[in-house]
């Protein structure tokens, strides 16, 4: 429909919000149903004896209040309308799912306490993940992090997070592994994740409570990414 004509005689205030009012009152009543077309600025500016800018105005007015949406090219319609009291979506956790993943986060920051390097990207994945360090001429030896990471796993290492202030975290630069990522700041406090005796660094991930939980890990490839970039990928022995 394109001839929706508002009528203003009994609204009061500005005249775009006469016509936004006059719009959101004839979808109330049904007389402009979802999906109606409504009249181009310059034709119901015509109509209404107003100028375009005040349609403009209106419709603005009506689009910020959800009533009606443009679509480039087409034109504007009036939205479906949105009940107060909306349905809530379900929400669960695959707990499986993200258990391994906590499993896996944690065992990536075993490794990197079991690689001197910085760390220039990462990856977790379901039951896998990858860091990227920059090893420089370094070789790094498939067996020997393998061995290192299963041994701090063995040692049942507790995993505890706390929270640092942002001057803290700015006096204390060591604490940033990753090289191409700076924890957020501003925000006033970093969260801190400490595997005891082994990893400390900013992190706002899902950990497991204690480093026995990881189980076995297994290194699974070691590739050269770039110059002095190395990927090691490792995985869960389920
Ligand atoms: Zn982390």
């Known amino acids: 429909m394109t001839t929706w004509l508002p009528d203003l005689t009994q609204q009061r205030g500005p005249r775009y919000r006469a016509i936004a009012d006059a719009l959101a009152a004839d979808i109330t009543t049904g007389k402009l149903p979802t999906g109606s077309r ?3 600025h310059r034709d119901l500016a015509y109509k209404l004896h107003v100028t375009v800018g005040t349609v403009s105005r209106a419709y603005a007015e009506a689009e910020r209040r959800g009533l009606i949406g ?5 034109g504007t319609f009036v939205r479906a309308r949105v009940d107060s009291a909306p349905t ?9 799912r993200r258990y391994r993943h906590m ?7 075993l490794l990197c306490a079991a690689v001197p390097a910085g760390v220039t990207g990462g990856s977790i994945g379901d039951g896998k993940g990858r860091l990227d360090f920059d090893a420089g001429e370094t070789v790094l030896d498939k067996a020997a992090i393998e061995a290192k990471v299963n041994a701090l796993i063995a040692q049942n290492l507790p995993v505890t997070s706390r ?12 604490l940033v592994r990753t090289m191409s990522v700076k924890p957020p700041s501003g925000q006033g406090r970093v969260r801190l994740m400490e595997v005891a005796g082994t990893d400390l660094q900013p992190c706002g991930g899902t950990h497991v409570r204690a480093t026995g ?3 076995a890990v297994r290194v699974d490839k070691i590739e050269s990414k770039g110059k002095r970039n190395r990927r090691v990928s490792l995985s869960l022995v389920e």
Do not use: F, Q, Y
Request: charged letters at 30%; one cysteine or more.
């Open 38 to 40: 409504l009249p181009t």
């Open 88 to 96: 809530p979506a379900p929400l669960a956790t695959d707990w499986p």
């Open 70 to 74: 443009g679509e480039i090219g087409r």
């Open 213 to 215: 939980e990881i189980g």
């Open 103 to 109: 499993r896996m986060h944690s065992c990536l920051h």
């Open 163 to 174: 929270w640092i202030d942002d001057a803290e975290m700015e006096s204390r630069p060591e």
